[in-house]
């Protein structure tokens, strides 16, 4: 196959670094000095001091292949995984930078010259939106390019002003689909059926010129620059003719796997596109130091490691199976990322060790749930029982919720929170009295963790 994702990888670094680009290499998916930030979930994460104008480097032009997580924070797609044909928690961020070097004239010609002569995509089966008063965008498209003005669009603050978190670098931002043909449910960007696959978001070219301040504010930064994202995944589809990211080379290597494992005799494919999102995530954030845990990232690493296992048991895999797959994701990704290979035992025992820790509650607390459904009056699963199953069973509250979701059910929250309230007051009043509170199962113990929002903190560390 001509155009596999290692090859796509290495034609894009090629070909910025022939533009004069600096080869760097992906940052650890922990941010490194940004409580503000989960996990790394864009190529400019590690350029965030030098947009500022807080750091300087040795060089104005930067290329990266940028391993992203977006499991949590602003930009949060683990509820998308299995539902859309684009979206993964982990996924490669392809990504040219220039710090106060050239704007928007050269970005754009550099992306359209990559699609359409390095990759040779048809001009036809491209679309192009810009920020909604940046006719010099606009301009540079319609005139200098001469882009039909049938397939190109303005776009509003949520498509097209791009930020990495609430606060840090920002600015308008100019993007470009690929149609992948009426066979495929959605419409073009900006329609209100733009949400479908048809047309899907490939490239994002982000004109940074603004700091975001915690009260919202923006100001201008030095120099204005630029940073743009391909997802490596959505651009392999598109070159290997398949309108799923799922169908590429990578992951069907890892569904193979997967199948191998003994899942194949189920038509389940979602479980099988879950487990392989999962697998990438979970071997990287293990790679880059986070084990799971009751709190904050560990929290959310755990969160995607019990997903997966209850997927796996979906497929009828009984017994650990999921550490089984770091092997075959290093046979596809160790070479662009060695870390992968050089900790594969370590990985694979955390992995093992999570899934024997859930094995001894997942039974139990799935025939708790499947009792509940079945005494249901109505569509939503009570927040005593959901208590119950992430107390006792150490079903993560977004676990249950992706159980409910399967069947067209919802869960209460606020009960949820009421049950937890009150067995954190039973357990204060418990406590003067000296009971021995080692008696009672405690299996997920949330440590509130006050570094992000009110709001995030409900959805994301629960
Ligand atoms: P979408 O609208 O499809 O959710 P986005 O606008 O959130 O994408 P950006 O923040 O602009 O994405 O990120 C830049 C590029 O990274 C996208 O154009 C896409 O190619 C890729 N990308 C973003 N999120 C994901 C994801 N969850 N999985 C795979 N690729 C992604
Ligand atoms: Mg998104
Ligand atoms: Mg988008
Ligand atoms: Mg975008």
Redesign the pocket.
Known sequence: QQWSSNAIRSAFLEYFQEHGHTLVSSSSLVPSNDPTLLFTN?GMVQFKEVFLGLEERNYSRAVSSQRCV?AGGK?N?LE?VGYTA???TF?E?LGNFSFGDYFKHETIRYAWDFLTNVLGLPEDKLWVTVYEDDDEAANIWLEDLQVSPERFSRCGEK?NF?SMGDTGPCGPCS?IFYDHGPEVAGGPPGSPEADGDRYI????LVFTQFDRDSQGHLHPIPKPSVDT???L??IAAVMQGVHN?YDIDLFQHLIKAIDALGAGDTDNQISRQVIADHIRSVAFLITDGVLPSNENRGYVLRRILRRAIRHGHKLGLRGPFFHKLVGPLGEKMGDAYQELLKKREAIEKIILQEEKRFAETLDQGLKLLEETVARLDGTEIPGEAVFKLYDTYGFPIDLTADIARERGLTIDNDGFRAAMDAQRARGRAASRFQMDMSKFPKIDKVTEFTGYDQTEQQTEII
Do not use: L, T, V
Request: proline residues 0%; hydrophobic residues 30%.
């Open positions: 864009a977006r930009h797609d998308n684009r979206h993964h996924f961020m498509d791009w993007e978001e490939i490239w994002n994202g391909m997802g995944e959505r990211n």
